[in-house]
């Protein structure tokens, strides 16, 4: 649903390849009450497009890849960090859960929170 509020679904169905970090259904549920139905308001399509396209990289990274970098640019132009600690990856501070789900486009890492772009 949030994708389609932000107009989305085309660019993310794009030739790409794109690297996705998808929160979780119980990702989104950790954010404050209404949050998100604050963020699927028309008025709002500018923040959830930002916060959208900060849970996205250009090109294909995989776990593999992950572990070696410290950060990485999204398609929003801002950087997230990369740590890794006790064998885990967190991207800023979600912990990927799921890695490398292949998609004709990208692959996607499965996260456990929502992150936000710094303002």
């Known amino acids: 649903a949030a994708v389609q509020a932000a107009g989305l679904v085309e660019t993310l169905k794009g030739e790409g390849p794109f690297t996705v970090f998808a929160p979780t259904d119980q990702a989104f549920a950790k954010l404050p009450a209404g949050t998100l139905d604050e963020l699927l308001k028309p008025e709002n399509k ?10 996205v990289v250009s090109g294909k990274v995989y776990a593999k890849d992950v572990v070696n970098l410290k950060e990485a640019t999204t398609v929003l132009g801002k950087n997230v960090t990369i740590k890794v600690m006790d064998g885990k990856v967190y991207i800023n501070d979600a912990q990927v859960i799921i890695t490398d789900i292949l998609c004709s486009n990208g692959v996607i890492h499965v996260i456990d929170t929502v992150i936000l772009p710094p303002q």
Not at 46 to 54: A, F
């Open 46 to 55: 500018q923040k959830l497009t930002d916060i959208l396209t900060y849970h």
